[in-house]
């Protein structure tokens, strides 16, 4: 994380307007069982409540659940047919963040039985040379998923290495294949992006309804805000997506029954523009400065939390909201593509 950090205030500061606070910082960067979503026969690791009782939707347990649901079901599949799912990893470059991430993901695979294998490339590698990865990959029967962590260097084009991605081990999501296909209706993509796939998953564990509900998705990032309003909107959500040139944000986000932030701002939304019982998945991971902490800084998320806490319903927390769904996801991308690969049901 510390790599790429930009500091800003710890608490949640309200001196410059809202909407100017928005422009300053623009952003960077469902449906059905067969994607792997849950399904309603999947008990709740916790229920919502109907009355007022805030709840911390707890990503961190709920990824564990998954994760458990996974190392079951890789056994099942090895034991059966005898085949081990893989996952290849491409790292380039020396960010610090992106080798803890990718340390982590080869870390959840051995802990649910999936095979790892990982490609670190230097920083001046040519886009030719991830390609020539990317290729030998896409041919090797072994590996069900394959995932370039991003971002990747500047002088490389991301949409190149992505579109090279075999959309049948795409378990990113990031293939414009797989992306068209979420925007379509009556179409299914093979894999849907992990974040976004892990905000909906918490949705449905924590039983929240989306049918009907007014959404905002605040964000518009191929990675997270735009597949995320697709879901949603897969799911029957009434969808508005909010963005660095929208005027009134918070009008907007007051409306709205649940939230996904996802803009890469410290502490943006307000409490203030939070309808009273509104659900909140928070992606943000934020560094924010903190004395108190070892590491000098501490991770917040878009939302203000200490004021969410007051009025929504629920909450994601972070770290250990929606962070953890994201590996969880992943894993199950690549079940899902090896299972699909040797027709395992
Ligand atoms: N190829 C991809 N690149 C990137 C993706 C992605 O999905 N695919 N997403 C992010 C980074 N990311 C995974 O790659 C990721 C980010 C955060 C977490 C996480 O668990 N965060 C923790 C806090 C971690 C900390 O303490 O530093 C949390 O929120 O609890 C997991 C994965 C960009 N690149």
């Known amino acids: 994380m510390a790599s790429s950090v930009f500091f800003t205030h710890s608490h949640c500061y309200s001196s410059k307007p809202s909407s100017l606070v928005f422009r300053l910082h623009r952003q960077v960067g469902l ?6 979503f849950s399904s309603s026969h999947v008990a709740p690791v916790a229920v919502m409540a109907t009355d007022s009782s805030f709840k911390v939707i707890d990503g961190k ?20 047919i005898g085949v081990i799912p893989g996952l290849a990893v491409i790292l380039v470059g020396d960010r610090k963040d992106s080798a803890t991430y990718v340390r982590n993901k080869k870390k959840a695979c051995e802990s649910v039985g999936i095979n790892s294998l990982e490609a670190n ?15 030998g990959y896409n041919d090797d029967p072994s590996v069900h998923g394959i995932l370039v962590q991003l971002p990747l260097p500047s002088h490389m084009n991301e949409q190149n290495i992505l579109n090279a991605v075999r959309i049948e081990k795409d378990v990113d999501g990031f ?4 992306i068209g296909r979420l925007a379509m ?3 299914e993509p093979l894999f849907v992006p992990c974040t976004p796939k892990g905000c909906i998953e918490l949705l449905h564990r924590y039983n929240v309804s989306i049918k009907g509900k007014r959404a905002v998705v605040i964000g518009r990032s191929n990675i997270v805000g735009m597949p995320a309003a697709l879901l949603l909107q897969r799911e029957d959500a009434t969808v508005s997506i909010v963005h660095s040139r929208t005027s009134n944000p918070e009008e907007i986000i007051r409306q709205a029954d649940i939230i996904i932030a ?7 939304v307000r409490g203030s523009w939070i309808k009273p019982g509104a659900v909140i ?26 004021e969410a806490i007051r009025i929504a319903s629920a909450v994601t927390p972070v770290p250990g909201g929606v962070g953890p769904m994201t590996i969880a996801m992943l894993l199950q991308n690549t079940l899902i593509s090896a299972k699909r690969v040797h027709n395992f049901e």
């Open 175 to 178: 293939h414009p294949l797989n």
């Open 281 to 306: 998945i928070d992606v943000g991971i934020n560094p924010v400065e903190d004395p108190n902490s070892p590491r000098g800084y501490k991770l917040v998320g878009d939302v203000c939390y200490e």
């Open 121 to 135: 490339l230097p920083e001046n590698s040519t886009e030719e040379e991830v390609l020539n990865y990317i290729a």
């Open 61 to 80: 347990s709920v990824a564990k659940q998954i994760r458990d649901e996974i190392t079951a079901e890789v056994s099942r599949m090895r034991e059966s």
């Open 262 to 268: 996802a803009v890469g701002q410290a502490n943006m």
């Open 185 to 187: 209706r009556g179409r």
């Open 31 to 36: 449906g059905p069982t067969s994607l792997g």
